[in-house]
């Protein structure tokens, strides 16, 4: 660099000495236009280099909900049997088998959620970890049959629910109902699911409700249980009381139906397929294959923390405990699960238009104990591990 700006300067002196030229420009100002040049030069060639250089930041933010179910409330089926000691004060949905074979899944603060601190503590946690919100099973009653209001209220499996709603750090999260349309909680006839709109107003309308292109999302998890006129009625009722409509999405195949979105709840190889051990990835794969949307009927990715529902199985195949017995995914890892959530965020990148513009994913899920998909810390992840993957990952670290 000195021996070309030696000659530069020569040249330009040789240049001054003209009369001509002299007249027009002085040798010290011809050097000062040239060390700017040779400095904007440096300055270029350094932003170049440092824009290149380092990881790059995630440019549009992740809205992560997590699905909640409250089955570790209320009495225990087995709890006044004396062969069944562990039963006592355990929550409806707890067997033998979750005590005695899987305990690593108790939570931190115990089996049962039913309290105003640990429904705080929750989504304390959540908050602290990137989750935005939590889509809470919701349960009619009576099934099949008219809404039956005072059944609905005293139901345990909306005591978490309700327990956020009173929660004084309840702004740290927002939360939706996701409806559990199936299993003795079937809504069925458009004049019951006008029926449940209308109930379903009190939480349309609360401030933490999550929106869906401006408009409360209502998440439906059996789509055969539903038909378009129920639909429908769904968003006269919402327009109704005010609101623009409801942002509807289907859980599950939506062919031939106006759900405005599509997604899942979870995805389960071999539901009843017999007892046998499946890695992980089979798992992964079979969500990554259902991750197709349209600009018309956007998906939501759905990722499931894992899938292993042994503890609610025997032989009998009959209800909580019973359940027959299928396909198990239990050697997952805390890499592996941030690898598939780190994919459905690419996803969403590489099809922007297949998507909603609120970029969401749904976790499977945050407690789901009994089916091996949870988020919350327990005995056995006392630290939270596969929960600490979704701050990671929204995070952009």
Not at 22 to 47: A, D, H
Not at 49 to 65: A, D, E, F, L, R
Not at 257 to 275: L, S, W
Not at 315 to 326: L, R
Request: a positive charge; charged letters at 25%; aromatic letters at 12%.
């Amino acid at each position: 660099m000195k021996k070309s700006e030696e000659l530069f300067r020569l040249k330009i002196k040789n240049l001054v000495n003209k009369p001509s030229f002299s007249q027009k420009i002085s040798y010290g100002k011809v050097i000062n236009v040239f060390s700017m040049m040779v400095l904007t030069l440096g300055l270029f060639v350094l932003s170049a280099w440092t824009s290149n250089s380092g990881p790059k930041k995630q440019k549009t933010k992740v809205i992560v909900g997590a699905y909640y179910f409250d089955g570790w409330a209320g009495k225990n089926s087995n709890a006044n049997n004396p062969d069944e000691p562990w039963a006592k004060t355990a929550p409806t949905h707890l067997t033998r088998r979750m005590v005695e074979e899987f305990s690593d899944r108790e939570p931190v603060w115990g089996w049962r959620d039913d309290s105003q601190a640990i429904m705080e503590k929750q989504i304390d946690l959540a908050a602290d970890n990137g989750i935005n919100f939590f889509a809470y099973c919701w349960y009619w009653r009576d099934s099949n049959g008219p809404i039956n209001t005072e059944g609905i209220n005293k139901l345990t499996l909306h005591s978490s629910m309700n327990f956020y709603l009173k929660a004084k750090n309840k702004k740290r999260m927002k939360f939706c109902l996701l409806v559990a349309n199936h299993q003795g909680s079937e809504i069925k006839g458009v004049e019951n699911w006008e029926k449940a709109a209308d109930f379903w107003m009190q939480y349309f309308k609360d401030p933490q409700y999550v929106k869906v292109n401006g408009k409360p999302l209502v998440i439906i998890f059996n789509t055969s249980g539903i038909d378009n006129e129920d639909i429908a009625m769904m968003q006269n009722v919402a327009k109704k009381h005010g609101l623009a409509g409801l942002t509807i999405a289907g859980c599950g195949n939506t062919t031939d139906k106006n759900f405005d979105i599509r997604t899942h709840y979870n995805m389960n190889p071999g539901y009843v397929a017999g007892h046998e051990e499946h890695p992980y990835k089979e798992l992964v794969d079979t969500h990554k294959k259902q991750w197709i949307g349209t600009e018309k009927q956007p998906y939501l990715p759905e990722v499931t923390v894992g899938w292993d529902k042994r503890p609610w199985e025997d032989k009998t195949g009959h209800g909580i405990g019973g359940a027959k017995e299928g396909w198990y995914f239990p050697h997952r890892t805390p890499a592996e699960f941030h690898s598939f959530l780190s994919d459905a965020v690419n996803w969403m990148n590489e099809h922007p238009k297949q998507t909603t513009r609120e970029r969401m994913v749904l976790v499977y899920a945050w407690n789901e104990l009994g089916e091996g998909g949870y988020l919350m810390p327990t005995k056995g992840d006392p630290d939270g591990s596969y929960l600490k993957v979704i701050k990671s990952v929204v995070s952009g670290k």
